[in-house]
């Protein structure tokens, strides 16, 4: 079954400092691996996703995620976090059925 | 104009009652999706529905029952309602033909049982 991790609960980070969410993947067969934000109170917002090609994927509001074959991972990257992007992340992976199966997520907090 | 609606945003209700969630998306997409959301912000498919058609449908109650009138419109029944279910309700939808397609979500639906 193909599954997602996100093995910290929570990133804090300096505003203007670079920020990094891990997550790591287990699938069978080529990897569909996508990245969503959520805002309180929100829904889930699409940030970017990795399909087949370029390792660096650019997203929303400079957003950016590194495809790892070789460590399973797709880490989300950001190089200078803002205030405004702290919320909920959230790797994703989509299976057989069409479904994304989600991570656990990550609470991103960015101080001034 | 939203994409992926739902309605009602909030819903507080007493054990045992039933109540629906409605959900209506305008992308012309032809599968659509109910995950719900606990309290510790996991999130976990509960059913997807091709062009009105069930085709994925995980461990959940049968006291939760999705309804597809058309590809548009997705709506879940909750029957017997249980403290447990409290939650927050996401619809969302996508291409099935497009498995590398991302999937776009409504708010979200707050049900707490009392």
């Known amino acids: 079954a193909q599954s997602v991790a996100q093995p910290e609960d929570q990133v804090n980070v300096a505003e203007g400092n670079p920020l990094t969410v891990k997550c790591t993947y287990s699938?069978?067969?080529?990897?569909?691996l996508f990245w969503y934000v959520q805002y309180p109170n929100r829904g889930l917002q699409f940030l970017l996703k990795y399909i087949t090609g370029d390792n660096l994927v650019k997203g929303s509001y400079g957003f950016e995620a590194e495809f790892n074959k070789s460590q399973t991972s797709f880490h989300l990257k950001k190089p200078s976090a803002l205030v405004s992007d702290s919320a909920l992340y959230f790797c994703?992976?989509?299976?057989?059925?069409?479904?994304?199966?989600f991570g656990k997520g990550t609470t991103l907090s960015v101080s001034s | 104009d939203t994409a992926v609606s739902q309605t009602p945003k909030y819903l507080v209700t007493q054990m045992g009652n039933d109540k629906s969630i409605k959900c209506e998306q305008n992308?012309?997409?032809?599968?659509m999706y109910w995950y719900k959301q606990d309290s510790k912000k996991f999130l976990k498919i509960m059913f997807s529905y091709n062009n009105k058609e069930l085709i994925i449908n995980e461990t959940v109650p049968n006291r939760f029952s999705p309804k597809s009138p058309d590809k548009a419109h997705l709506n879940l029944h909750i029957n017997s309602l249980e403290l447990g279910d409290s939650a927050v309700y996401f619809c969302a939808s996508g291409r099935q033909q497009t498995s590398t397609g991302e999937l776009f979500f409504g708010e979200g639906s707050r049900l707490t049982v009392l």
């Open positions: 992308l012309g997409h032809d599968t």
């Open positions: 994703a992976v989509r299976d057989s059925g069409t479904a994304l199966i």
């Open positions: 699938v069978s067969g080529n990897p569909y």
